[in-house]
């Protein structure tokens, strides 16, 4: 095969699993715009402008009161200067709210901002706009008008956030009042137009509940997990991009008891902790002339000033990696943070990688077994093909072993098959029980042992809040054995029945 069909090759599978992945079209937005409509549109925008430039003290009058007087502006004119123009109630309706979107909102993006079970929402220049949905990524029909409209909306949303986006600085990365994540990029970094996407947390996430009723976790392991955290174990969440690191971190966060002061590292701050006595510290960029940056490392040592109880680092991504360990090691233990690796084993490397990031020359054994002595657990969160986010393992490290750090799982997830758009399998234990356990009971929390033999069942939480064994538990071997059996007796009855009545029949 030549270079020039391999290549081919990988580009038709990678294109095949994108439209596996993507469901075009099933998303309902409004229908696209006629010609006449958007020229009306343009033309009564332009209008107001006019009007709101000439209107004295507009930025006086609230929101409001604002989107009313638009409101009246634009009635007054469709019904004035522009009666030559036919409108039923529903376009006059769409008109007038799609006007106050774009002069007030974020335009094009207001309906999907304003749906709660859209999870993210993704635009990749001015006619592909995308959302996830349950898991799942669908491209809408909703369009900007141009890359320079799509421009101006993202310049709406970062400026209100106190940050801008131009050619010299054209990348943003920011958090919205209402917590959800923005990144936007534009040309010349971003190639076919300018690039924004928006993460939002689930309205009814950052709780274990939330957790166990979506299935991502057996109620034995979020018992186990919310344990650690009030016994103080070093943890870490590790998994891919938007596998639930930060919503399980958030969870887990709300197990620590409300007495204890707790100081919070971010790079944008995702979390919202309930507790009283809490600290919130966010990195800072550097600015336009490449001065003032704060790194999440300069801000775990000034954390480590504060006399904290614990300390959550939001995302491990580089030299303060080592200042954090060193924190666990000395005496502020129950700290948590996340990190990107595909396996808990995999997390262990990166660890690794990242102190080196900080410069300090340390032998590789030195690291290991500061690693080693610091984390307790490392957790395993994972997006499933099926859009749903899962923890697959909870690993223990145990200690060293000559120059090899120990590790061994003691929740797995196992699948078991896929049905239609699902993924099925269960938790299960693999046998071990853990060392961490003495911690636990040492703090008075009991957890029955037997959740850690091999053969145990995981529970779940249904919906309606009952406690069962998940319908999706593969079926135990002896019964498929008496299934088929049962099958043959029906399978030899009704050939023996056939054979009886071609008898008959001679
Ligand atoms: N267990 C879960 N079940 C369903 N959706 C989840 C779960 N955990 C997170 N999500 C959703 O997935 C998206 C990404 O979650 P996030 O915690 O930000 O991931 P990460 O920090 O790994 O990038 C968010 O929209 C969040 O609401
Ligand atoms: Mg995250």
Redesign the pocket.
């Given at each position: 095969m030549s270079l020039k069909d391999r290549l081919n090759n990988n580009v038709n599978k990678k294109n095949a699993v994108n439209s596996q992945q993507i469901q075009l079209g099933t998303f309902v937005g409004d229908m696209p715009l006629s010609e006449e409509f958007s020229d009306l549109k343009e033309k009564l925008h332009t209008l107001l402008i006019d009007k709101v430039n000439t209107t004295p003290n507009w930025s006086e009058y609230s929101d409001v009161e604002q989107k009313n007087l638009i409101k009246q502006f634009i009635e007054f004119q469709i019904s004035t200067n522009f009666r030559s123009v036919p409108l039923n109630k529903i376009e006059h309706d769409r008109l007038i709210r799609e006007i106050i979107q774009e002069a007030k909102g974020f335009g094009p993006l207001d309906p999907l901002l304003s749906d709660p079970s859209i999870?993210?929402i993704l635009v990749n220049g001015a006619k592909n706009v995308y959302v996830e949905k349950n898991?799942k990524l669908y491209k809408t029909s909703i369009t900007f008008k141009d890359n320079n409209h799509l421009k101006n909306i993202i310049e709406r949303i970062v400026s209100k956030v106190g940050r801008r986006i131009d050619e010299k600085s054209p990348m943003v990365d920011a958090r919205l009042p209402d917590g959800s994540r923005v990144n936007a990029i534009i040309p010349p970094l971003a190639i076919d137009g300018p690039s924004l996407s928006i993460?939002?947390?689930?309205a009814d996430?950052g709780t274990m509940d939330s957790?166990l009723k979506?299935g991502?976790v057996s109620t034995e392991i979020a018992k186990v997990l919310e344990a650690a955290v009030a016994a103080r174990l070093n943890i870490i969440i590790s998994?891919g991009?938007?596998?639930?690191?930060?919503?399980?971190l958030n969870s887990l966060s709300a197990k620590i008891p409300n007495g204890e002061r707790i100081i919070t590292i971010e790079d944008s701050a995702e979390l919202c902790l309930q507790q009283e006595h809490i600290v919130r510290l966010e990195t800072r960029p550097p600015n336009i002339e490449g001065e003032g940056q704060v790194t999440a490392r300069d801000l775990v040592i000034n954390s480590l000033r504060m006399r904290p109880d614990r300390i959550i680092i939001g995302e491990c991504r580089g030299a303060e990696t080592l200042d954090m360990l060193q924190a666990m090691n000395t005496g502020h233990d129950g700290s948590l943070t996340?990190l990107h690796a595909n396996s808990p084993r995999d997390a262990l490397s990166r660890l690794e990688t990242m102190v080196m990031f900080s410069g300090i020359d340390l032998p590789d054994r030195n690291i290991k077994s500061q690693i080693a002595s610091a984390i307790n657990i490392v957790i395993q969160?994972s997006r499933l093909s099926d859009g749903?986010?899962k923890v697959t393992k909870v690993s223990e490290i145990v200690g060293m072993e000559g120059d090899v750090i120990t590790m061994q799982d003691i929740f797995v997830w196992e699948q078991t098959g896929v049905g239609v758009n699902t993924v099925m399998g269960m938790h299960s234990s693999t046998g071990i029980r853990p060392k961490f356990l003495d911690k636990i009971t040492a703090k008075g929390i009991e957890i029955n042992p037997q959740i850690f033999d091999k053969n145990y069942r995981h529970t779940y939480l249904t919906k309606s809040g009952n406690v069962n064994h998940k319908p999706s538990t593969p079926v135990p071997a002896e019964q498929t054995k008496a299934e088929s059996a049962r099958q043959e007796v029906v399978r030899k009855g009704a050939t023996l029945n056939v054979d009886l009545l071609k008898r008959l029949k001679r």
């Open positions: 999870s993210d898991g993460r939002r947390f689930r996430s957790l979506w991502s998994g991009t938007g596998a639930g690191k930060t919503t399980l996340t969160a749903t986010r």
